[in-house]
Nanobody, 124 residues
Framework: VQLQASGGGLVQPGGSLRLSCAAS????????IGWYRQAPGKEREGVAC????????YHAEAVKGRFTASKEIAKNTAYLQMDSLRPEDTAVYYC??????????????????WGQGTQVTVSS
């Protein structure tokens, strides 16, 4: 299983970014993809998740209405669209998956397979 997140960068408050997660080594249409983030000095937290078939599932309260998780199965790529970014969204963002765990509308487990992170910095 390989996951590679990209698309991070420096953005001003109120701006947008779209993170991508390129996947290989497993059946992409059969597993959920989760997005997590870790800010300096804080624990890693679940941000958003998309189902195996591409339906947006769990989104943390802090990002509801601003972030949207999705996937393009034909491209083996998942996305995290981030709008109305805030300084508190600054973190390293990771994508992850698992062959035996799935996310639901109200929960997001800690998946077992992780890609490297991509830094998102929201600052003026």
């Amino acid at each position: 299983v390989q996951l590679q997140a990209s698309g991070g960068g420096l953005v001003q408050p109120g701006g947008s970014l779209r993170l991508s997660c390129a996947a290989s080594g497993f059946t992409f249409g059969s597993q959920s993809i989760g997005w997590y983030r870790q800010a300096p000095g804080k624990e890693r937290e679940g941000v958003a998740c998309v189902s195996a078939t591409g339906s947006p599932m769990y989104h943390a309260e802090a990002v509801k209405g601003r972030f949207t998780a999705s996937k393009e199965i034909a491209k083996n790529t998942a996305y995290l669209q981030m709008d109305s970014l805030r300084p508190e969204d600054t973190a390293v963002y990771y994508c992850a998956t698992d062959p035996v765990l799935w996310c639901g509308n109200t929960y997001m487990p800690k998946f077992g397979y992780w890609g490297q992170g991509t830094q998102v910095t929201v600052s003026s």
